[in-house]
């Protein structure tokens, strides 16, 4: 975009000529384009949420818990039951997303004269964070064509750069695989210095038997573990991630953080919904089963989906996708664009959100697919993974 010169001049020098991220927000029927719950919080958190708000409006005179120590240990709670690994409240941090969390972890372990290093395409927020911090971005590369993570390629080249931070993210957003386990202490002994995150946004979608990496935590101290409530808990509005870590790295985050950054609402909203959980996953299974309905359809299409653990499908096989993201729109889909060629990126959505999609790419697959490329040229799209629950 273009700015008054008064306002350019003035911009730090390496903030010109950037772009704001900017998954467009459009008023579509089929919204599959952010990895949201297509699914509306169930009453029963609402009217919770609404009896507990009712009290805590009335204190609002009053700074929110500046440690929200009770937010804490209902996170503690959770993970032990969703993981089965116990932690205690104060290895447990929380910020408005875990977006915010990651840019706490940035500013406490990053910086000006410092590097971090990710896997491309990974999560397009993390060199985001990290360079609008002044942290030099190193962009490491996953295999060109499966978008795995060879474990040895990872080790090599994080030992190239000797980061400061390492940003991982399993399952990864936007391929929806997870990591090897073995490649999390693999990295953590490739790069002795650094904090290594791994971004767990999409840890619940997982399937059966993919292990977390809070397994580790009580090993591996620069280790940090990332969640956020703004998918599987179908909150992405109420603004709520979280973070696992040893308590001394988590006490750290208090240097860097602005004080009272949760309001008492968004505390209180996250609480009532954490004592609701297993109402509020309750749709993770029927997302699972249309993102596997996904992977399946759009392969019988011959297209390339990848093999997902999260609540998404990338996919391949395409002529121009940008070309389709438009065809797509026009039937009142909206998919995500990531920027790698002849690829897109969908949501999960409710079965009938799932359908109008499949239909409208039904619709396309003849005119819109890479035909130069024969199936012989092809990496096995469509390997078998386990069932849906
Ligand atoms: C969606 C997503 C998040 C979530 O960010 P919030 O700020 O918690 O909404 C984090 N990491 C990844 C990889 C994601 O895809």
């Known amino acids: ?3 008054i010169p008064e306002v350019e001049a003035a ?25 949201e719950s297509s699914y509306p919080v169930p009453g029963e958190v609402i009217a919770d949420a609404l009896d507990r708000l ?19 240990a209902a996170l503690a709670d959770y993970l032990a039951m969703q993981s089965g690994v116990r932690l205690s409240p104060a290895q447990l941090w929380a910020g408005n997303g875990s977006n915010e969390v990651l840019q706490h972890l940035v500013q406490a372990f990053g910086g000006p004269g410092r590097t971090a290093i990710g896997f491309t395409p990974a999560y397009s927020m993390h060199p985001i964070i990290a360079e609008t911090l002044g942290t030099r971005w190193v962009d490491g590369q996953r295999h060109a064509e499966s978008f795995d993570l060879d474990v040895d390629s990872a080790a090599e080249q994080v030992r190239a750069c000797d980061p400061d931070l390492v940003l991982l993210c399993s399952p990864n957003n936007p391929t929806g695989t997870a990591l090897p386990f073995a490649a999390i202490e693999t990295v953590l002994a490739a790069a002795p210095r650094a904090i290594v995150v791994v971004d767990e946004a ?9 292990r977390s990496a809070l397994e580790l935590l009580g090993d591996h101290h620069r280790l940090v573990v990332t969640r956020t409530m703004s998918k599987a808990f179908t909150l992405a ?3 709520l991630g979280y973070l696992a870590a040893h308590p001394d790295l988590v006490d750290a985050l208090r240097l860097v953080r602005l004080p009272y950054h949760l309001s008492t609402p968004t505390q ?79 949501t999960a959505g409710t079965p009938e959100e799932t359908s109008r999609f499949l239909e409208a790419m039904g619709d396309l697959v003849p005119e819109h697919l890479d035909h130069a490329q024969r199936p012989a040229d092809r990496p096995a799209a469509h390997r078998h993974h386990g069932g849906t629950s």
């Not at 009712?54 to 804490?72: A, Q, V």
């Not at 999409?202 to 993919?210: H, I, K, L, M, S």
């Open 268 to 346: 209180a909203v996250a609480e009532v919904a954490l004592r609701h959980a297993p109402a509020l996953l309750a749709t993770v299974d029927a997302i699972k089963a249309e993102r596997d309905r996904l992977v399946e359809e759009l392969a019988a299409m011959g297209l390339r989906p990848v093999p997902s653990d999260a609540n998404f499908v990338l996919f391949g096989g395409l002529a121009d996708a940008a070309e389709t993201w438009e065809a797509l729109l026009a039937a009142g889909v909206l998919v995500r664009d990531i920027g790698i060629p002849g690829h897109l990126r969908v």
């Open 237 to 239: 509005g109420a603004r």
């Open 54 to 72: 009712r009290t805590d409006l009335e204190g609002l005179n009053r700074y929110p818990d500046r440690e929200f120590s009770s937010l804490r």
């Open 202 to 210: 999409y840890a619940e979608f997982a399937r059966p038997g993919t």
């Open 1 to 3: 975009m273009s700015r």
């Open 11 to 35: 911009l730090r020098p390496d903030l010109r000529g950037r772009t704001a991220y900017g998954a467009p927000q459009l008023d579509v029927a089929v919204q599959l384009n952010t990895n």
